[in-house]
């Protein structure tokens, strides 16, 4: 268990209204991950952070943002939401696995977002 | 771009009949490769780490082995606690922290 919670976990919203979802940990971990899962593409990359206020695009980035202020919360916006942000979102942290460069990642429980 | 390709992308078992599941990479260089599962309604788990052609990680009914080209994962006597969606993923060629994710393979263990 990496100590990942995800708030509101469900969550149903009209389309053009601003929504944020939270990501919580409790293990000081430094790089965290927010990600979308839909059925056909697989879990894609939206954005990710690697310290406090220094948060960098992955490969769905257009419509969403994020902040970091504190090392345990990383926050996603949908600025105005749209029926193609329908999805479960998935936040994850990383921590370098013993031996080699590469950093194993861990995810929270999910977030499902219908936005109508 | 790099690419991550699982096959087949579901998999019907009878308890007790033993399988593999593929996973294809395009990326050189590896860094890495992960194997998750993943439950209905749930995050994905993370079950092993491969760093090098040859290696190999187990864990109960489930053993993953990696080649310079392709991973798999080997399920011995499947049960139906073992029916999940198995995902595999690799860092970006262009940054470690990034992983690029396969689709999946949806396997069904009927008992």
């Known amino acids: 268990d990496a100590g990942i919670t995800q708030s509101p976990r469900h969550k149903v919203t009209e389309t053009g209204t601003p929504v944020t979802l939270r990501c919580h940990q409790t293990e000081n971990h430094r790089y965290m991950y927010w990600y979308r899962q839909d059925p056909g593409h697989g879990l894609r990359l939206i954005h990710y952070s690697y310290g406090v206020k220094d948060t960098d695009k992955g490969e769905v980035s257009d419509g969403y943002s994020v902040s970091r202020s504190k090392t345990e919360d990383f926050l996603l916006t949908l600025e105005s939401a749209t029926s193609s942000q329908t999805s479960v979102y998935f936040c994850a942290i990383s921590e370098p696995a013993r031996g080699s460069g590469s950093y194993e990642q861990y995810f929270g429980p999910g977030t499902r977002l219908t936005v109508t | 771009e790099d690419q991550v390709t699982q096959s087949p992308e579901a998999l019907r078992l009878q308890e007790g009949e033993s399988s593999s599941l593929n996973c294809s990479y395009t990326v050189s260089g590896l860094r890495g490769l992960f194997w998750y599962r993943q439950d209905p309604g749930k995050g994905p788990e993370f079950l092993f780490t491969?760093?090098?052609a040859g290696e190999e990680k187990e864990k109960e009914r489930l053993k993953a082995t990696l080649t310079k080209k392709e991973s798999f994962l080997h399920i011995t006597a499947p049960k139906p606690e073992d029916s999940a969606t198995y995902l595999c993923?690799?860092?970006?060629?262009?940054?470690?922290?990034?992983?690029?994710f396969g689709a999946g393979t949806t396997v069904t263990v009927r008992a």
């Open positions: 491969l760093y090098s």
């Open positions: 993923a690799v860092p970006a060629r262009s940054n470690d922290y990034k992983l690029s």
